[in-house]
């Protein structure tokens, strides 16, 4: 079955902790999103990569770190910088193409609780 | 504010009736895309239209896109309980990732 999957979906952390969300797809796609839901809100960026060994900031990166090791891989860090972390995670995958986004493929979310 | 705003904001109507939501956009786009979003899960991807594109059809949903006034509207004909969900637009600016409207909350009472 081709998908992305997010784990865990709850999370719970306690102030000053350092957590990371998972994000994987074998979907082949060459570009990842993180994005940012608080409830009733729509979703913000927080980083996105094209390729292996690459990413940007997107609108509210500050406070979160990524990697990207493996094309299938992305994960999140929330570090203790971010202030405000619980909210709902989304990860997203999509092909690349040149001068335009695609649609984007969505996993499943993690919800994240600063206890 | 965001670069899509959805209107309005939530919507409630009986099922078999039409709803309409609607999106505006500062910005010049490459594509304007709509997705639905059920309750604590992930987006689905519904429809894109690209810039050049003035009207696109799948199934019962309709989209319309207007780039002189930067707007676009998202018509789902025949509600049924099941499109129950929060539906979102998003465009493609050309940043090489997509701007999210804040969403309409559609409820279909059966």
Same mark, same amino acid.
């Given at each position: 079955?081709?998908? @992305?999957? !997010?784990? =865990?979906?709850?999370?719970?952390?306690?102030?000053?902790?350092?957590?990371?969300?998972?994000?994987?797809?074998?979907?082949?796609?060459?570009?990842? %999103?993180? %994005?940012?839901?608080?409830?009733?809100?729509?979703?913000?960026? @927080?980083?996105?990569?094209? @390729?292996?060994?690459?990413? !940007?900031?997107?609108? @509210?990166?500050?406070? %979160?770190?990524?990697?990207?090791?493996?094309?299938?891989?992305? =994960?999140?860090?929330?570090?203790?910088? !971010?202030?405000? =972390?619980?909210?709902?995670?989304?990860?997203?995958?999509? =092909?690349?193409?040149?001068? %335009?986004?695609?649609? !984007?493929?969505?996993?499943?979310?993690?919800?994240?609780?600063?206890? | 504010? #965001? #670069?899509?705003?959805?209107?309005?904001?939530?919507?409630?109507?009986?099922?078999?009736?039409?709803?309409?939501?609607?999106?505006?956009?500062?910005?010049?786009?490459?594509?304007? #895309?709509?997705? /639905?979003?059920?309750?604590?899960?992930?987006?689905? &991807?519904?429809?894109?239209? /690209?810039?050049?594109?003035?009207?696109? &059809?799948?199934?019962?949903?309709?989209?319309?896109?207007?780039?002189?006034?930067?707007?676009?509207?998202?018509?789902?004909?025949?509600?049924?309980?099941?499109?129950?969900?929060?539906?979102?637009?998003?465009?493609?600016?050309?940043? /090489?990732?997509?701007?999210?409207?804040?969403?309409?909350?559609?409820?279909?009472?059966?």
């Amino acid at each position: 079955d081709g998908g @992305i999957t !997010q784990s =865990p979906k709850y999370l719970f952390r306690k102030e000053g902790q350092n957590v990371t969300l998972s994000c994987e797809q074998n979907l082949n796609h060459d570009a990842m %999103y993180w %994005y940012r839901q608080d409830p009733g809100q729509g979703l913000r960026l @927080i980083y996105y990569s094209q @390729i292996v060994n690459d990413f !940007q900031k997107g609108d @509210i990166a500050e406070g %979160y770190s990524v990697s990207r090791e493996k094309k299938e891989s992305f =994960p999140l860090t929330v570090t203790s910088a !971010q202030k405000n =972390p619980t909210a709902f995670y989304l990860c997203a995958s999509a =092909p690349l193409q040149f001068g %335009y986004s695609n649609e !984007q493929f969505f996993g499943p979310g993690t919800r994240l609780t600063v206890l | 504010s #965001q #670069q899509g705003e959805e209107d309005p904001q939530a919507l409630s109507i009986q099922e078999g009736e039409n709803a309409t939501m609607n999106c505006s956009y500062k910005t010049s786009i490459n594509n304007l #895309q709509w997705y /639905r979003q059920n309750s604590g899960r992930g987006l689905v &991807h519904l429809i894109l239209i /690209r810039s050049n594109e003035r009207e696109k &059809h799948s199934g019962r949903l309709r989209v319309t896109l207007d780039t002189s006034k930067k707007s676009s509207s998202l018509l789902i004909t025949a509600s049924r309980a099941a499109d129950t969900a929060s539906y979102f637009c998003a465009t493609d600016t050309g940043r /090489r990732a997509l701007t999210f409207g804040s969403g309409t909350r559609l409820q279909v009472q059966p």
